[in-house]
């Protein structure tokens, strides 16, 4: 069985900075892309940003210049680390990766989600 636990949400000022980390674990056999999504109360989850299992990394507009996401492909996380947050950054933020199997599957997996609340 195969979990994401994302960790580092909280509630911070306007102008604050926050760091997310994802924890992959159990039946790993290795990982291609890891993602971080949003979704912010009535909408739709939204890509933020993703990462490449060589380090190549794609952010939204909205979060470019502020945000940076990055890997560490030996214990098997992902960070976002989140700078100059905005009120409309606030949202459960989800840890998404594409894991590969013992044999030649790769199936995608979620993390349970943790909140950023960012005050005006």
């Known amino acids: 069985q195969v979990r994401l636990v994302e960790s580092g949400g909280g509630l911070v000022q306007a102008g604050g900075s926050l760091r997310l980390s994802c924890a992959a674990s159990?039946?790993?056999?290795?990982?291609?892309?890891m993602a971080w999504y949003r979704q912010a109360p009535g909408k739709q989850r939204e890509l933020v940003a993703d990462?490449?299992?060589?380090?190549?990394?794609n952010h939204v507009d909205s979060v470019k210049g502020r945000f940076t996401i990055s890997r560490d492909n030996a214990k098997n996380m992902v960070y976002l680390q989140m700078n100059s947050l905005k009120p409309e950054d606030t949202a459960v933020y989800y840890c998404?990766?594409?894991?590969?199997?013992?044999?030649?599957?790769?199936?995608?997996?979620w993390g349970q989600g943790t909140q950023v609340t960012v005050s005006s």
């Open positions: 990462i490449t299992s060589s380090g190549n990394t």
């Open positions: 998404n990766a594409w894991i590969r199997g013992r044999f030649t599957e790769v199936n995608e997996y």
């Open positions: 159990g039946r790993i056999f290795g990982i291609n892309d």
